[in-house]
Nanobody, 118 residues
Framework: QVQLVESGGGLVQTGGSLRLSCAAS????????MGWFRQAPGKEREFVAG???????TYLDSVKGRFTISRDNAKKTVYLQMNSLKPEDTAVYYC????????????WGQGTQVTVSS
């Protein structure tokens, strides 16, 4: 079974930083594309950042320059470093994984709450 477990969420003031972690049980972690999504109350779930098996990264426009996704294949962990946080970043953040570089997301974590106070 594939399991993704997020951690690192919490309450932070505007302008602060948080680092989210996602520990994956995936045996062949290095060949998976990993991503972060978020969902705020009353809003659609949106893609935040992704990292392919080759290490290429993509970001939601509104987080470019502030968020950085990275991965440690040896630790089977993907990270989301979030800097200069804004209240609009408040959401539940989910880790996701897929085998294909492009395609449906196959696995999801339980989510971790990020709250940015003003």
């Amino acid at each position: 079974q594939v399991q993704l477990v997020e951690s690192g969420g919490g309450l932070v003031q505007t302008g602060g930083s948080l680092r989210l972690s996602c520990a994956a049980s995936i045996r062949t972690f290095s060949v998976y594309t990993m991503g972060w999504f978020r969902q705020a109350p009353g809003k659609e779930r949106e893609f935040v950042a992704g990292s392919s098996r080759a290490g290429t990264t993509t970001y939601l426009d509104s987080v470019k320059g502030r968020f950085t996704i990275s991965r440690d294949n040896a630790k089977k962990t993907v990270y989301l470093q979030m800097n200069s946080l804004k209240p609009e970043d408040t959401a539940v953040y989910y880790c996701a994984a897929r085998q294909a570089v492009i395609g449906r997301w196959d696995y999801w974590g339980q989510g971790t709450q990020v709250t940015v106070s003003s």
